[in-house]
């Protein structure tokens, strides 16, 4: 059986009946943008059309890439903090995900 969007849940391993109707109502299927697929709950071709063509990366961005799982919002209080010269305001009156989209 092939498994679509990782829906992953300890109670499926031990009940497959319950397993195959969770996977019914919960899966979803990806859609593929020039070859590559991309889960529908995340991304969108017009999102994706527009990073690609329209995007402007301009000459003092700064990328924070990292593994899921692996500090990226310790990244971003660090990176924040190193932009604001270690003055913690900024950090603590903007949500993370407006210093960081």
Not at 6 to 24: A, G, Q, T, V, Y
Not at 42 to 60: G, I, K, P, R, T
Request: proline share 6%; aromatic share 18%; net charge negative.
């Amino acid at each position: 059986m092939q498994v679509k969007g990782r829906l992953w849940n300890l109670f499926f391993l031990f009940s497959p009946e319950i397993f195959r109707l969770h996977l019914k109502e919960m899966s979803f299927e990806y859609f593929k943008y020039k070859g590559v697929n991309f889960s529908p709950g995340s991304y969108s071709e017009e999102a994706l059309s527009f990073a690609e063509n329209e995007f402007e990366v301009l000459d003092d961005d700064v990328y924070i890439v990292t593994y899921p799982k692996s500090g990226t919002n310790w990244m971003i209080e660090i990176l924040s903090l190193l932009r604001m010269k270690g003055d913690p305001t900024w950090c603590n009156s903007l949500p993370i995900w407006l210093r960081s989209p």
